[in-house]
């Protein structure tokens, strides 16, 4: 069964520091990856997707990786900023269904 | 981008009414969509699937006589919550996918947060 697993737990860092956000998983046969963000009582938003053809993706300040051998992806944002404080979760799509697995999260606070 | 509209976003309700809420991709189409509850400072857990012109699928433990689900056109979904009661008070989400396939990624709605007093 597919686990996935986010590292760090809970992340503080003061305003413009780059920081790094990880999502282990356990079963590799997959066909993308997904980062959300939730912020407090509110949806998911969507932040990058990974193609597992691909090693990385770009958007703005946000860069995810991903390496599907080892079953790790990486969520790399540059110079936070107090609006990037959110949960952020990871995702991949369940075997031989349609929905998603979902991370444990990772709840990044950026102190201005 | 693809965007999912929920409504309403919150909404409270006596005990033993019902309360329907709706989940539409505004600018895609999605024979799929899922439906989440989520308690405070805790993942989202799956509790049904949305399949359109057939049956919800729905997760162990889920009772599908209280939560209805509908799923009509390519576009939009429903879930009513039958019967509510203070334990039903929760936040929930839904969720869907492209119809046009795999590489697309899932798209999110804003939530409701039903509050049953």
């Known amino acids: 069964k597919q686990e996935v697993t986010q590292i760090p737990a809970a992340l503080s860092v003061p305003e413009g520091e780059n920081l790094v956000l990880n999502c282990s998983f356990t079963d590799s046969a997959i066909y993308n990856l997904q980062w959300f963000r939730q912020d407090p009582g509110k949806g998911l938003t969507s932040l990058l997707l990974?193609?597992?053809?691909?090693r990385e993706q770009t958007s703005g300040r946000l860069n995810a990786s991903l390496d599907k051998s080892s079953g790790r992806s990486t969520l790399y944002i540059a110079a936070s900023q107090p609006g990037d404080s959110a949960t952020y979760l990871c995702?991949?799509?369940?075997?031989?269904?349609?929905?998603?697995?979902f991370g444990t999260g990772t709840r990044l606070t950026v102190i201005p | 981008g693809a965007v999912v509209s929920q409504h309403p976003s919150w909404v409270i309700c006596k005990s033993g009414t019902s309360v329907k809420i709706e989940c539409r991709s505004l600018d895609f189409q999605a024979t799929t969509m899922f439906w989440y509850r989520q308690f405070p400072k805790q993942s989202l857990m799956l509790m049904a699937t949305s399949n359109e012109g057939s049956k919800a699928t729905y997760e162990q433990g889920v009772e599908k006589d209280k939560f209805l689900i509908n799923h009509a056109s390519l576009t939009l979904s429903t879930l009513t919550v039958t019967s509510a009661h203070p334990e039903d008070s929760s936040f929930y989400i839904c969720?869907?996918?492209?119809?046009?396939?795999?590489?697309?990624?899932?798209?999110f709605g804003s939530g409701t947060r039903l509050t049953v007093v």
């Open positions: 990974i193609q597992s053809s691909q």
């Open positions: 969720s869907a996918r492209d119809i046009k396939g795999a590489d697309y990624g899932y798209t």
């Open positions: 995702a991949v799509p369940r075997t031989g269904a349609n929905n998603l697995f």
